[in-house]
């Protein structure tokens, strides 16, 4: 049973914006630890925890509503200049908004909060009295998190902490295992309404084990956060935040407006579908009809991006959860890391933003653990003590560019090549081909780590490989630039959105396929004087640029039926290489829709042309990572003899 039985409803909207103003309040601590004196972010945080402490009390959550009043208090006394800020009053406040979300976890899941654990509330009722200081013990600044269905494991610990005293970041793993609320996006200040929306599954992607949150000390007693076998149905929605949406009535009244005019033109169509079904095919009907339809397919069109947007939110819901997390890792390595956020604004599918989730974490945390140095050593290469990570977002054409660059150590390519070979991922000869390019790509292989030991924070190597993979799953790529002693960029391509997929229709054996458009480069005629022998393999070179040839058909498991005519010029990660087809017929934005029972090999979905052919859509990724290379790799010899016979 619930122990909101009747209030489910007014649970999920306190969740909703609870959520919301938990993660403001942690970016505004953040902010607060650089400029402690600032009166106007202490209001705002105090008003934070007053608000949530106010719809906690509407809900009986006396837990929440006990520690929400004590942090209160705490900020109270800030602002008017009683309690002075220090290290350790910080880390004992992050350690009280961890157990917030923590019990927003159990909130979500239908249950009530545990009490917070009372060294905690003992610690924040000694900093009201002025009596925290360094000789005090703080909570940990970074703790593990337990997953929401199991309880939480306890042992005797020297040092004071609790099962949900941990950062935000920590909180930030809960959300990505679905065990607490995701927090919605920051309201515009035009009105906003919180409706179901129907959107496309999510990808499944693994969880990322090496973005696991550090190791805290040993629990000294457990929090009765064990879920029920299974939660009532109606509280199963409340876990799932994923299912709605916040969107700007003006989206709203845009897509009515837009269905009343298109309302209107099919009257107008159907009227004259009667006429000229009545024989009236005078120039003035069949002008009128030519007009109607015009205006359906730009009504349609407008129709088809309105309802686009209504998915699209923005991204900085999803980068305000990260400067708490640079700040705990930083604050437990003993660096000095401050994360600069910019293109919050920029918007992203909603869908594409929860899956990204997983990525950005590994590669905020990777840039403050791997990228950046300690401060002595940064002092000691003449650079300043505090390292800047920045985290940005910009929409280029119809896709999104996200970077994560660090003023670090960079990347050393012979380092990489020798850690591959030493942890045998690659043999010797493969490492001394690779240019640096190519070696920057070997942190993304399955094992790969730069650590000789493995520590609570990474050297598992099982982190970048999943990156890669969850970044390809959304039709994206990601890319690397590194100079030694300079710093790291890390540069992911995303589409706007995942429901419509450009794609370059082409054919090969006269059946139609979509390529995804943000792999082609540019097409090309192939001609036998172009092809050339390498390793006994057919090349052509563009722009000095030694290109592999791959028949699309053998990628298939197909036998060609004719000459490759053409070829597209594809980019896959690092590797560039030229898809040998038949014939192409157009670029074309689809709808993908999944074919039902089966998913054969390379093929994403299906969708249908103008002239209602079916166009199966290419997994690209999927064909090239399980085909071999004898079988798609056209002999030097063999395409020479068709190229010949075809002249």
């Not at 649970?11 to 403001?24: K, M, R, Y």
């Not at 972010?41 to 007053?50: A, K, S, Y």
Request: hydrophobic share 40%; aromatic share 2%.
């Amino acid at each position: 049973m619930s122990d909101f039985g009747g209030m489910e409803e007014l649970l999920q909207d306190f969740l909703t914006e609870a959520s919301e103003l938990l993660s403001d309040v942690d970016n505004k601590l953040v902010e607060l630890e650089k400029r402690p004196d600032d009166k106007n972010l202490l209001n705002v945080i105090f008003r934070g925890f007053h608000t949530i402490k106010g719809g906690a009390g509407f809900l009986n959550v006396d837990p929440l509503v006990n520690l929400c009043h004590r942090t209160e208090n705490l900020f109270d006394k800030l602002r008017n200049l009683e309690l002075k800020l220090t290290p350790e009053l910080m880390d004992a406040i992050l350690a009280a908004t961890g157990v917030v979300r923590d019990m927003f976890g159990s909130l979500s899941q239908g249950r009530m909060p545990a009490p917070a654990d009372q060294s905690l509330l003992t610690q924040l009722d000694n900093a009201l009295e002025g009596r925290l200081n360094s000789s005090s013990p703080a909570p940990a600044p970074a703790a593990a998190p337990a997953p929401a269905p199991a309880p939480v494991a306890s042992a005797p610990a020297p040092a004071p902490a609790q099962s949900g005293n941990e950062p935000d970041w920590a909180a930030l793993h809960q959300a990505i295992t679905g065990s607490a609320p995701v927090s919605s996006p920051a309201p515009s200040s035009a009105p906003v309404v919180s409706a179901p929306v129907a959107v496309a599954p999510a990808p499944t992607t693994p969880p990322l084990p090496a973005a696991s949150p550090v190791a805290a000390p040993a629990q000294p007693k457990p929090m009765a956060q064990a879920a029920p076998a299974k939660a009532p149905a109606a509280m199963q929605q409340l876990s799932t935040q994923e299912n709605t949406i916040r969107i700007d009535t003006n989206r709203l009244d845009q897509v009515l407006n837009l269905s009343g005019e298109i309302g209107l033109t099919k009257n107008r169509l159907t009227t004259l579908r009667t006429d000229i079904l009545g024989g009236k095919t005078d120039p003035g009907t069949l002008k009128a009809l030519d007009e109607a339809i015009g205006q359906l397919d730009l009504l349609v069109s407008d129709l088809q991006n309105a309802v686009m947007k209504t998915r699209m939110q923005p991204i900085g819901r999803l980068f305000q959860k990260y400067p708490r997390l640079a700040r705990d890792l930083a604050r437990q390595l003993g660096k000095d890391v401050e994360l600069v956020i910019t293109g919050e604004e920029t918007e992203l599918d909603k869908t594409m933003i929860e899956d990204l989730n997983d990525p950005l974490v590994h590669l905020v945390r990777n840039a403050v653990d791997h990228g950046v140095e300690t401060i002595e050593e940064r002092i000691a290469a003449g650079k300043p003590g505090k390292s800047i990570v920045q985290l940005s977002a910009t929409q280029v054409g119809d896709h999104i560019l996200i970077e994560i660059v660090d003023d670090g150590k960079g990347m050393r390519p012979d380092m990489l090549r020798r850690k591959a070979v030493e942890k045998g991922i690659i043999d010797l000869e493969t490492a001394n081909s690779l240019d640096d390019k190519q070696a920057l790509q070997l942190i993304f292989m399955p094992g790969f780590s730069t650590k000789d030991q493995i520590s609570s924070v990474s050297g598992r190597g099982v982190g970048m490989d999943v990156v890669k993979t969850n970044i390809q799953k959304l039709n994206g790529r990601i890319d690397i630039q590194s100079t030694v002693g300079e710093g790291s960029r890390f540069t992911i391509s995303l589409p706007l959105t995942l429901a419509i997929l450009p794609v370059l229709v082409v054919q090969v054996c006269n059946q139609p396929f979509g390529v995804p458009l943000a792999m082609v480069r540019e097409i090309i005629p192939i001609r036998s004087e172009q092809v050339q022998e390498v390793s006994g393999r057919a090349t052509i070179v563009v722009r000095d640029e030694i290109l592999s040839v791959r028949s699309l058909a053998r990628l298939l498991g197909w036998q060609e039926t004719q000459t490759p005519q053409f070829g597209v010029l594809m980019q896959s990660g690092e590797n560039n290489f030229i898809l040998a087809i038949d014939s192409f017929i157009g670029r074309d934005d689809v709808v993908i829709k999944p074919l039902q029972n089966i998913r054969p090999r390379g093929i994403a979905g299906a969708t249908l042309s103008g002239d209602g052919s079916v166009v199966l859509v290419l997994d690209m990724e999927n064909l090239l990572d399980d085909s071999q290379s004898d079988q798609s790799a056209i002999k030097s010899t063999q395409l020479l003899e068709m190229l010949t016979d075809k002249s």
